[in-house]
């Protein structure tokens, strides 16, 4: 079996140091979180950055971990094909030596589930099933939110993942969407709990709700129903907000995904990516290594709030990074 494990030679400009833990690099976090807390009233929570399909890559976690993050998400990966196939091993997983994200897979099958979990075990912090996703490709698939109905399958997953890495310390977790009756919501944390879940992360809309409001209090009931951690997922875009979710919910943690997009620094206390994360980013894709369109990508949301409309459209149209570079020095300020 072979994994993509880069050398951590990661500039200067960005120092090994700074990744979600412990160890962080508190000068980019403009808000303390513990004294917002005490400030509230409240339980510190942990901030998490959750899996997105292409995004979350080994440079974006890297870069959400010096802003705040403390548990972090890879994509979703095939489990299956990451099984049975090294190209897809080198190509949907990358990390280094301080990356240890939370690695989750689409599946439908214990074994295959148990086997993907010890392939990726020395390299993560734990393994995680998508039972969320609504997406029609993922959930005719049989993966997804698709599981919601299948709670039985889903414990019996985490059961053998469990029986096959005993580590207490390594994370076996289940991300969900509520379900009405919430009954049905009750009844699978309850079930999955009893299989040896580590933790649950729970979406506050259902499979079919897209921008509706994010049911909180269907998140608190869940929390109030088991004994393990909790994170509460949905409509998170800034730092108030994430304390707000988690005072309202008592969760555990609170994860965001989107709104990391447009301002990885959110978990910091920032409105929006400042120009030192922005050159952070560039710092780490030099070193770690982005396809040009997703690299690209990554900064046309985060240069979305502080462009006007002329130069979104002109930064839109470039086609190289030493043009992107170029851009972001003369244009943005940013020192690279």
């Given at each position: 079996?072979?994994?993509?494990?880069?050398?951590?030679?990661?500039?200067?400009?960005?120092?090994?140091?700074?990744?979600?833990?412990?160890?962080?690099?508190?000068?980019?976090?403009?808000?303390?979180?513990?004294?917002?807390?005490?400030?509230?009233?409240?339980?510190?929570p942990l901030f998490v950055a959750g899996p997105m399909v292409r995004y979350s890559k080994l440079p974006f976690r890297r870069l959400v971990g010096m802003y705040?993050?403390?548990?972090?998400?890879?994509?979703?990966?095939?489990?299956?094909?990451?099984?049975?196939?090294?190209?897809?091993?080198?190509?949907?997983?990358?990390?280094?030596?301080?990356?240890?994200?939370?690695?989750?897979?689409?599946?439908?099958?214990?074994?295959?589930?148990?086997?993907?979990?010890?392939?990726?075990?020395?390299?993560?912090?734990?393994?995680?099933?998508?039972?969320?996703?609504?997406?029609?490709?993922?959930?005719?698939?049989?993966?997804?939110?698709?599981?919601?109905?299948?709670?039985?399958?889903?414990?019996?997953?985490?059961?053998?993942?469990?029986?096959?890495?005993?580590?207490?310390?390594?994370?076996?977790?289940?991300?969900?969407?509520?379900?009405?009756?919430?009954?049905?919501?009750?009844?699978?944390?309850?079930?999955?709990?009893?299989?040896?879940?580590?933790?649950?992360?729970?979406?506050?809309?259902?499979?079919?709700?897209?921008?509706?409001?994010v049911d909180l209090e269907a998140i608190a009931l869940a929390k109030s129903s088991v004994n393990v951690p909790v994170f509460a997922n949905g409509g998170v875009?800034?730092?108030?907000?994430?304390?707000?979710?988690?005072?309202?919910?008592?969760?555990?943690?609170?994860?965001?995904?989107?709104?990391?997009?447009?301002?990885?620094?959110?978990?910091?206390?920032?409105?929006?990516?400042?120009?030192?994360?922005?050159?952070?980013?560039?710092?780490?894709?030099?070193?770690?290594?982005?396809?040009?369109?997703?690299?690209?990508?990554?900064?046309?949301?985060?240069?979305?709030?502080?462009?006007?409309?002329?130069?979104?459209?002109?930064?839109?149209?470039?086609?190289?990074?030493?043009?992107?570079?170029?851009?972001?020095?003369?244009?943005?300020?940013?020192?690279?």
């Amino acid at each position: 079996m072979t994994l993509h494990r880069h050398v951590d030679d990661t500039p200067a400009a960005v120092p090994s140091s700074s990744f979600y833990g412990p160890h962080r690099d508190t000068e980019r976090l403009l808000l303390d979180r513990e004294a917002e807390c005490a400030r509230r009233d409240m339980a510190v929570p942990l901030f998490v950055a959750g899996p997105m399909v292409r995004y979350s890559k080994l440079p974006f976690r890297r870069l959400v971990g010096m802003y705040g993050a403390d548990v972090i998400y890879t994509p979703m990966i095939y489990a299956s094909n990451f099984c049975a196939s090294d190209f897809c091993r080198r190509s949907e997983f990358t990390t280094d030596s301080v990356d240890s994200p939370i690695v989750q897979f689409a599946v439908n099958d214990p074994k295959i589930f148990a086997d993907a979990a010890e392939l990726v075990y020395p390299w993560s912090s734990g393994v995680d099933i998508n039972c969320g996703c609504p997406k029609h490709d993922v959930t005719g698939a049989g993966f997804g939110s698709h599981l919601l109905d299948k709670p039985e399958l889903v414990a019996d997953m985490v059961r053998q993942a469990r029986a096959r890495i005993s580590d207490p310390d390594y994370s076996i977790s289940v991300k969900i969407r509520i379900q009405y009756p919430l009954k049905k919501s009750i009844d699978m944390v309850q079930q999955l709990e009893k299989a040896g879940v580590t933790r649950l992360a729970i979406h506050g809309r259902t499979r079919y709700m897209r921008n509706e409001p994010v049911d909180l209090e269907a998140i608190a009931l869940a929390k109030s129903s088991v004994n393990v951690p909790v994170f509460a997922n949905g409509g998170v875009t800034t730092f108030e907000e994430a304390l707000d979710v988690a005072k309202k919910t008592g969760v555990d943690g609170v994860m965001a995904a989107n709104g990391l997009l447009t301002n990885p620094a959110m978990f910091g206390g920032h409105d929006v990516a400042p120009l030192q994360c922005i050159s952070d980013f560039v710092q780490l894709e030099a070193a770690k290594s982005l396809h040009f369109d997703l690299f690209h990508q990554h900064l046309i949301y985060m240069l979305r709030p502080i462009l006007c409309a002329p130069q979104r459209r002109y930064f839109n149209e470039l086609t190289s990074v030493a043009a992107v570079k170029d851009f972001l020095v003369d244009e943005v300020g940013c020192v690279l």
